[in-house]
């Protein structure tokens, strides 16, 4: 049992009162640095599927290249070859949008924005106006980031649907040639 004598407890509820939007703030840049972060690990492994997507395109569209040169065979097989090469380089070039996008935004504040905020003394700089500034510009970033996303999605799976598309069009378009060619 409780002593009735004992002065009541106490519990903390953390920040609050004027302490509380400082506090919410904080939260929201690590809420929002963490959301950041997600889009980078979403977008590496986009670009981790075009690898993949590129490293089985570029060794087949080496011996595709060969093939329409070759003597040996049919006109039907040559055509397979060239259907089977444009397949290749169509989804290693969709693929090239992923790797080459080089507009992400990141956590980070540059050192120049840092010098400006050091180096004012005049007081209208506050922990909480900064801590503001910066969770608008992750905001912005996290928009950024999540467009990119959202185009470099489309291109890995259009690259990887043409490299499983290709074999099917390419031996199709060769019986196209024998039953309907010379």
């Known amino acids: 049992m409780t002593d009735p004598a004992a002065p009541p407890l106490e519990i903390d509820v ?6 509380f939007p400082l506090w919410a703030t904080r939260e929201a840049v690590k809420s929002a640095e963490a959301c950041l972060a997600e889009t980078q690990s979403s977008r590496e492994s986009l670009v981790k599927t075009v690898t993949s997507v590129i490293g089985w395109c570029l060794p087949i569209s080496v011996v595709l290249v ?29 693929g090239v949008y992923v790797i080459c996008v080089r507009t992400w935004a990141h956590a980070g504040i540059l050192p120049a924005d840092w010098e400006v905020l050091i180096t004012d003394y005049s007081g209208r700089f506050t922990e909480i106006s900064v801590l503001t500034g910066r969770l608008k510009s992750l905001e912005q970033g996290i928009a950024d980031n999540k467009r990119h996303l959202r185009k470099m999605g489309k291109c890995s799976r259009l690259s990887v649907c043409i490299l499983i598309t290709t074999p099917v069009v390419a031996v199709l378009g060769g019986f196209m040639v024998k039953i309907f060619g010379r």
């Open 14 to 19: 953390g920040a609050c009162g004027e302490d």
């Open 66 to 94: 060969s093939a329409p040169l070759s003597s040996l065979l049919s006109v039907p097989m040559k055509t397979a070859a060239i259907i089977g090469l444009a397949g290749c380089v169509s989804s290693m070039c969709v």
